[in-house]
């Protein structure tokens, strides 16, 4: 699959009519396909889009409402490491070696995707993966953390929960994950934690780190 490389926003062109799931197409405002370098070797995964995503069309955005005045931001972990440039847009971040996608590309306002909404959208994740190639999967919440280490880890599923496993890789088939709370719900010592270890992951030769766990 051959990606536009000039544009971060749904860059492989996907379907963004797609109705695998005459439910969603009730109550979305648009499809939220994924954003950022295609060349990235760290990807995010989450659960759904927000409300913000899905009016603008960006995985992960929020409003500071969202946050609530003491959580954090998915952009604002990325300044901090320098994927994402502080000074772009709110609804446009420039992203660089980082990619953003979910699960399920369609939201409803009242409730969480069901199994079967995540398995309509499977293919959509799978060819985003197949064709970055990322070196590094970040599973944002439980449930993408779920999914992404049932597929490419051997770690038993009860192994695979928040909050314990934030702030951990987990070496599997392919790629390693780093799991992470959902942003909003992570105290400013979690926060804190998950940046520590990204970076010094991020510093290490982790394209060449396979098939163990540690912390």
Known sequence: MDANQHTRSNPYGMDEECRNCPALCETRTQVVHGYGDVGADFLFVGEHPTARADDVGVPFLVTDEETDGSGTSLR???????????????????LENAYLTNLTRCRDPDRRPTDEEIGNCEPYLDAEIRSINPEVLIPVGERALAELGTEYTTTPA????????????IRGRGFALVAMLEPRDQTDEQTQEWLEHFASLMASDYRQTKGRRER
Do not use: F, G, I, Q
């Open 158 to 169: 009860e192994e695979l929960a928040l909050p314990e496993a934030h702030a951990t890789t």
């Open 76 to 94: 604002r972990v990325l300044e901090r490491l320098a994927l994402c440039d502080a000074t772009s847009p709110d609804d446009r971040p420039a």
